[in-house]
T-cell receptor, first 111, second 114 residues
Framework: GDSVTQTEGLVTLTEGLPVMLNCTYQSTYSPFLFWYVQHLNEAPKLLLKSFTDNKRPEHQGFHATLHKSSSSFHLQKSSAQLSDSALYYCAANYGNEKITFGAGTKLTIKP | GPKVLQIPSHQIIDMGQMVTLNCDPVSNHLYFYWYKQILGQQMEFLVN????????KSKLFKDQFSVERPDGSYFTLKIQPTALEDSAVYFC????????????FGPGTRLTVL
């Protein structure tokens, strides 16, 4: 069935190091992919989403590349900041009116 | 940016009682959603609503659940009667269109059923 997998539940990094959060999806066709971010005591909000024309979405220094061959949409940033500490959800829309979320990755950035 | 409001932020009720969770979506949005997140688990889709009707619901959307949005008022999720397993954070979201549209989420209502 349709599903989204985030393999890391917790990621702890030192400020300034690169970030990569994994996301893979299972589907018989390519869904729309999203990354949502939820800071402590706030609502989840969209960080970025995939484009149909294979452009690489970028926002706030984060980017993600859709690789259909490996069914992946990993989130990356070259240099982590303290303010990046949050819960990150990879999500997919399989052409209907709902989003399927992954389990989420809690990212903690230390000084 | 656009904000979705949810009232109340916390609700504690006894098992078997009725509860209504309220959502004030972004004013010009047309699609509305409810998600459920049990503590420590991932967020899961419950239901979406468009043009006065439920479009799609998951297996989590039990017969005890109902949604409505009377004109110009809140988008509500009603649970009657409640069960212990309904304890969770419920997130409302809205979007202007469906498909790949960005969904704007509220801060959630934490429901505790005793």
């Amino acid at each position: 069935g349709d599903s989204v997998t985030q393999t890391e539940g917790l990621v702890t990094l030192t400020e300034g190091l690169p970030v990569m959060l994994n996301c893979t999806y299972q589907s018989t066709y390519s869904p729309f992919l999203f990354w949502y971010v939820q800071h402590l005591n706030e609502a989840p909000k969209l960080l970025l989403k995939s484009f149909t024309d294979n452009k690489r979405p970028e926002h706030q220094g984060f980017h993600a590349t859709l690789h259909k061959s490996s069914s992946s949409f990993h989130l990356q940033k070259s240099s982590a900041q303290l303010s990046d500490s949050a819960l990150y959800y990879c999500a997919a829309n399989y052409g209907n009116e709902k989003i399927t979320f992954g389990a989420g990755t809690k990212l903690t950035i230390k000084p | 940016g656009p904000k979705v409001l949810q009232i109340p932020s916390h609700q504690i009720i006894d098992m078997g009682q009725m509860v209504t969770l309220n959502c004030d979506p972004v004013s010009n949005h047309l699609y509305f959603y409810w998600y459920k997140q049990i503590l420590g688990q991932q967020m899961e889709f419950l239901v979406n609503f468009y043009n006065g009707k439920v479009m799609e619901k998951s297996k989590l959307f039990k017969d005890q659940f109902s949604v409505e949005r009377p004109d110009g008022s809140y988008f509500t999720l009603k649970i009657q009667p409640t069960a212990l397993e309904d304890s969770a954070v419920y997130f409302c979201a809205s979007s202007y269109w469906g498909g790949d549209a960005e969904q704007f989420f509220g801060p959630g209502t934490r429901l505790t059923v005793l």
